[in-house]
């Protein structure tokens, strides 16, 4: 479980570390990639494993979309430049979350047959549920694929070039704005990825976003804003973390761990494990 | 040029003066409970978000978290009430110390965090508290609290047949609020969190303690906002760990700041005169199963109001002399 | 007579890094001091420690009498050392007045002397006439006046000036000396970092030139100037500390 939160939340540090804007709506993106799962299953029987790739596509025009549309007007701020971030990206999940209750109403929904959903495996005498298995791999997949990206592709080196500097690499014909909706794109169909698969095993609401943007966005300060490995490791952690407390405590309180691990790390080290921010 | 300034706090208080008892003489006019009911929250969410105004607007520090303190308020007086029988206006300064000193607490060591480790940190923070209260016994866990009431009552600040009490104390805290921002604005605690916001290195180099001037910020804001909470008890009734240290209150007490300008002194009072009536009637008209409109409503507000105004609607009102000629 | 400040055996590393070895200064009362050298010397460094930013490795700072080498920026502000910034961080979303008021506060509690010690520093410092507009509006010559009137409203003995004079047309430079040597003249102790030499240089009373963390030469400024280590420090060949 803790690799998922780690796709979710690399999806969100790739985002921040680029370009220093965390998506407070980045649970509704999680949200909107599950319906999409849902509905495809639903009305043409494709199976959310097989739609996965699918969903991630969209997701990535959709986070591509939305960069252009909204989020590079909010870049522009001159006068309290973190609020405006935080408040329009918020705004747009609020929107978000109300335009999912419009048209699909509160109702929970559910996929309930999958290639995977409901099975285990058994490995060395453990039962695991195959779906979080497949999750995991899946995450880990996405991780490495990223890694590579990021650092031996040309594209890649660009997004870490504009990072730097965004003034400076138009001289060098990086079309800065480009970048940054690819950037979107690219966290977005990452989370887009952990939405698919979750669909199989969790349910789906207009709300759902809510739940897990908080831990995604715990993971990344965690892990630190600006490094995608220690989201990954934040991820990781989180999930430990999580899994321990729910032994050790009534489940109502299983998030509290991850909250005072979070704490405790960021009041040890105030930019969170790997962070460069 | 003093006396220019001097001009502008006078009028600014006369302002107020003046709306406050334009807003006093309203209930004579409006007796329809609902829109009773709009002006209360009106006025309470008015003073909250004032309140968190002077630790995030003018300190720079932003909380979403605040709704922790307004739960601690709401809670420390109904337990007082309920299990001590103290009256509630003891309660509520009990109240407002206990989230004052948890507020210092917290600062001690999460001042240390900057931007959005920060907000992050607030926001956990709020979270743990709520699920500590959700499975505290004691307190009524889920369950919650209920507040008897057995007829109006002044001393025990509960009222049946009538809402005026309640207005009228939400308009003496919106005032409160208020007060105490305008006053502190030309303090040296108001130039101190000026300056920390802007630029902390640059404050310590002129003396300024940084530390306990967020400090400062942070008991003087949660202590307001836990005077609300408790407000809020007595006025619903009813309690429980959702309906009070919520994060929607976080984002209620932050939002009418934002929409009406942080940072300044009528902001927030602007942005919960337009933001609460207009999401409680959005609510009011399309609760049920379109329920979402008023989110949609709500959202798109919020995201055309960060992009067009990022200082709020009350930078249309003033224009900051851009090329300074000498008077 | 006591010198106001005094660094003794003053070293700064970082890590593997030594930006300052063993430095010895001291600056008198009433006097202008530069502090010169070439990139890298340590200059800056040497500047925080001395304004507190950060505690020195090793070494002591004495202020007026009082070892201060543990206190933190904000209560050497308050013994009288104020300072400037090399990169303008002036309040950007509060006026030219406000800013100075912030300063002012230190000294004067009550908003109303406050507010009058700084109309005073503005006048000062020719700023008056910009009381009123925002300090994100005013040009950077502007804004390094608005620098140093900010430290000046703290009533400072001895005033850090971290490279006012860099950068500035000739008229520009001109109004900062005449406005240093006003400070002086105040009565206040001025030591400033600098690296346009030829404004530098008739505006001091004594110089101090760092090199490679190290103090090379102090003196009087014909002297210094003229001496071949300080030459060779500047002209000669030198690759980066610590390669």
Not at chain 2, 24 to 45: C, E, G, H, R, W
Not at chain 2, 157 to 176: D, E, G, H, I, S
Request: aromatic share 12%.
């Amino acid at each position: 479980m803790g690799l998922l939160y780690g796709l979710i939340a690399v999806g969100l540090a790739l985002i921040f570390g680029l370009m220093d804007v965390t998506n407070f709506a980045h649970g509704e993106f999680l949200m909107i990639a599950m319906y999409l799962s849902f509905f495809l299953f639903a009305f043409f029987a494709i199976d959310p494993l097989l739609s996965a790739p699918l969903v991630a596509a969209a997701l990535f025009v959709f986070g591509a979309v939305i960069y252009l549309l909204l989020v590079r007007f909010a870049m522009r701020a001159k006068a309290n430049a973190g609020m405006v971030q935080i408040f329009t990206t918020f705004g747009l999940a609020i929107v978000m979350r109300g335009l999912a209750q419009y048209f699909f109403t509160p109702d929970y929904r559910s996929i309930p047959q999958s290639w995977l959903g409901g099975k285990t495996i058994s490995i060395a005498g453990i039962f695991l549920p195959e779906p979080q298995l497949v999750g995991a791999l899946v995450s880990i997949l996405a991780f490495v694929g990223l890694y590579f990206f990021i650092h031996r592709t040309d594209f890649g080196r660009a997004i870490e070039a504009t990072r730097e500097d965004p003034g400076a690499v138009a001289l060098v014909g990086i079309d800065k704005n480009r970048v940054f909706a690819f950037g979107w794109g690219l966290g977005a169909a990452l989370v887009g990825l952990a939405g698919a698969i979750m669909a199989v095993f969790f349910y789906i609401y207009p709300d759902v976003g809510a739940s897990f943007a908080l831990i995604a966005y715990v993971t990344v300060a965690l892990g630190g804003f600006g490094s995608v490995f220690g989201a990954f490791a934040g991820g990781i952690i989180v999930g430990l973390v999580e899994a321990v407390t729910a032994l050790v405590l009534p489940p109502s309180l299983k998030s509290v761990g991850i909250y005072a691990v979070y704490l405790l790390v960021v009041f040890i080290r105030p930019r969170g494990l790997f962070g460069s921010i | 040029m003093d006396k220019d300034f001097a001009a502008r706090r006078r009028r600014d208080l006369i302002i107020a003066a003046v709306l406050a008892a334009i807003a006093a003489l309203t209930p004579l006019f409006v007796k329809d409970v609902v829109v009773q009911n709009i002006l209360i929250l009106t006025l309470m969410y008015a003073g909250l978000s004032q309140s968190w105004n002077i630790l995030s607007g003018y300190c720079g520090q932003i909380s979403l978290g605040h709704a922790l303190y307004f739960g601690l308020g709401a809670y420390t007086t109904e337990l007082l009430f309920t299990k001590f029988g103290v009256l509630p206006w003891f309660g509520m300064l009990a109240g407002g110390a206990v989230s004052a000193l948890i507020a210092m607490g917290l600062g001690y060591p999460f001042f240390r965090l900057r931007g959005h480790y920060f907000v992050i940190a607030t926001i956990v923070i709020a979270e743990i508290g709520l699920l500590l209260f959700h499975n505290w016994e004691w307190a009524g866990a889920a369950m919650g609290i209920t507040i008897p009431i057995r007829g109006d009552s002044w001393l025990k600040f509960q009222f049946l047949r009538t809402k005026l009490p309640y207005f009228y104390f939400a308009l003496a805290l919106c005032c409160l609020a208020w007060f105490v921002t305008w006053w502190l604005e030309n303090s040296k605690w108001g130039f101190w969190w000026r300056a920390v916001k802007d630029n902390p290195e640059a404050a310590e180099s002129l003396g300024v303690d940084v530390f306990n001037s967020k400090m400062g910020a942070a008991a003087v804001s949660a202590f307001l906002v836990a005077v609300g909470g408790s407000f809020y008890a007595q006025f619903v009734s009813y309690i429980d760990p959702e309906s009070v240290m919520g994060f929607q209150f976080s984002l209620l007490m932050a939002l009418p700041a934002v929409l009406g300008g942080i940072g300044t002194l009528w902001g927030p009072v602007l942005g919960a005169a337009i933001l609460i009536p207009l999401t409680e009637l959005t609510r009011f008209k399309f609760g049920g199963s379109g329920r979402g409109v008023d989110l949609i409503v709500y959202g798109t507000l919020i995201v055309l109001i960060s992009l067009a105004l990022p200082r709020g609607l009350l930078s249309l009102f003033s224009r900051p002399k851009k090329t300074g000629a000498a008077r | 007579m006591t010198a106001l400040l005094e660094t003794r055996g003053v070293w700064q590393r970082f890590g593997g890094l030594v930006a300052n070895s063993d430095v010895s200064i001291s600056v008198g009362r009433g006097e202008i001091v530069g502090l010169i050298g070439p990139n890298g010397a340590g200059k800056s460094t040497l500047f925080n420690l001395i304004a507190g930013v950060l505690p020195p490795t090793q070494g002591s700072i004495i202020f007026d009498g009082e070892d201060v080498t543990n206190l933190p920026a904000a209560a050497r502000c308050q013994r009288g050392v104020g300072r400037t910034f090399q990169v303008v961080k002036s309040f950007e979303t509060m006026t030219v007045i406000d800013n100075v008021i912030v300063g002012a506060l230190v000294r004067n509690t009550v908003m109303r002397e406050a507010r009058r010690k700084a109309h005073e520093v503005l006048e000062f410092t020719g700023l008056a006439a910009r009381a009123d507009v925002l300090a994100s509006d005013l040009v950077p010559a502007e804004k390094r006046r608005l620098e140093v009137a900010r430290a000046l409203a703290t009533e400072p003995k001895l005033l850090l000036l971290d490279e006012v004079l860099t950068g500035l047309t000739p008229t520009e430079a001109q109004t900062g000396v005449a406005l240093v040597r006003k400070v002086r003249d105040a009565g206040i102790t001025v030591l400033m970092v600098e690296h346009v030499m030829e404004i530098v240089m008739p505006l001091v009373d004594r110089a101090i030139v760092l090199d490679l963390g190290k103090v090379l030469v102090e003196g009087k400024p014909a002297d210094v100037v003229r001496d071949p280590k300080v030459i060779k420090a500047y002209l000669g060949d030198r690759h980066a500390v610590g390669a």
